[in-house]
Nanobody, 118 residues
Framework: VQLQASGGGLVQAGGSLTLSCAASGNGFGIGVMGWYRQAPGKQRELVATITRGANTNYVDSVKGRFTISRDNVKNTVYLQMNSLKPEDTAVYYC?????????????WGQGTLVTVSS
């Protein structure tokens, strides 16, 4: 199973970006999907998660600005980011709980850079 993230870029403060991450492969199932981010010199932190049933969870710093969603048919998770702030600058990673051949494991995408200028 591979996760391919896209959508990062450079945006001015107050702007918007949408990230997407698609899982590909054969014979797998996807459970919880999420987005994490890692800013320079900081630890990776959870941004948002979403279950197959669309229950969502957000870190306090993005509540009201970011929206996570998913398409279970396409095995794709999205992160709509509005009102971006310079402190949102980070490499964003998608994560998925993958079920495959009776086992469950976490899979990470390659990361996509989001830079917010002031």
């Amino acid at each position: 199973v591979q996760l391919q993230a896209s959508g990062g870029g450079l945006v001015q403060a107050g702007g918007s970006l949408t990230l997407s991450c698609a899982a590909s492969g054969n014979g797998f199932g996807i459970g919880v999907m999420g987005w994490y981010r890692q800013a320079p010199g900081k630890q990776r932190e959870l941004v948002a998660t979403i279950t197959r049933g669309a229950n969502t969870n957000y870190v306090d710093s993005v509540k009201g600005r970011f929206t996570i969603s998913r398409d279970n048919v396409k095995n794709t998770v999205y992160l709509q980011m509005n009102s971006l702030k310079p402190e949102d600058t980070a490499v964003y990673y998608c994560n998925a709980e993958v079920s495959y051949r009776g086992g469950t494991f976490g899979s990470w995408g390659q990361g996509t850079l989001v830079t917010v200028s002031s």
